[in-house]
């Protein structure tokens, strides 16, 4: 399944299918960017980030794909298990900046 | 591996009153970062320290106060509270050390102020 961000901010997969959450972030000088999970009651855990010279970063079941020409990030999971059900945010750094912009989120479902 | 702690981890006040966050970095972060998240919003961005100096600002409220201790903890100083100020109060460090890099923000479990 596929979301389009802030147009979509609910997710609905079927376990072991892959998922793509997307995020279009607005300013062109931000040059670091993190996705972020979220729990009920709990605080945003890191899961990938990627820095503006990179188009493309793999971790443990998840990549992050940075599109800078249309300034458009995702996070694609493999899998997806029961435990990924959560809110994802995108966050962008601007260069100079140390709070990060976190964009609407998307809750992701997972359907057994 | 050791994260951040944030305390108290709930806070009841009423309208008018002040509030006292307080935040424990992970252990040799340098940076503190602090955020507000409303019900069903995206953190927004209050205020970071760097090495006990404000590093940056966001829309912190000037009702709201913050700094950094000499060691690396952090309080968020909230006063003549509003019922609009009921939110996830966030805290985030952030370091080199050998598991994480500088620039990544490490999140705390939160501080939920309700003001009634």
């Known amino acids: 399944g596929e979301s389009v961000g802030l147009h979509l901010p609910t997710l609905s997969v079927q376990e072991g299918d892959n998922s793509i959450i997307n995020c279009a972030y607005s300013n062109s000088a931000s040059d670091y960017f993190i996705w972020y999970k979220q729990e009920s009651g709990k605080g945003p855990q890191f899961i990938i980030d990627?820095?503006?010279?990179?188009d493309k970063r793999q971790g443990q079941r998840v990549t992050v794909l940075l599109n800078k020409t249309v300034k458009h990030l995702s996070l694609q999971i493999a899998a997806t298990q029961p435990g990924d059900s959560a809110v994802y945010f995108c966050a962008e750094n601007r260069r100079g900046a140390d709070g990060l912009t976190f964009g609407k989120g998307t809750h992701l479902i997972i359907q057994p | 591996a050791a994260g951040v702690i944030q305390s108290p981890r709930h806070l009841i006040k009423e309208k008018r009153e002040t509030a006292t966050l307080k935040c424990y970095p992970i252990?040799?972060?340098?940076?503190v970062y602090w955020y507000q998240q409303g019900p069903g919003q995206d953190p927004q961005f209050l205020i970071s320290?760097?090495?006990?100096?404000?590093?940056d600002k966001g829309s912190i409220p000037d009702r709201f106060s913050a700094q950094q201790f000499s060691d690396y903890h952090s309080e968020l100083n909230m006063s003549s509270l509003e019922l609009g100020d009921s939110a996830l109060y966030f805290c985030a460090s952030s370091g080199r050390t050998d598991a994480t890099s500088t620039d990544t923000q490490y999140f705390g479990p939160g501080t939920r102020l309700t003001v009634l």
């Open positions: 990627i820095r503006s010279n990179m």
């Open positions: 320290f760097y090495e006990k100096m404000q590093s």
């Open positions: 252990p040799r972060h340098d940076t």
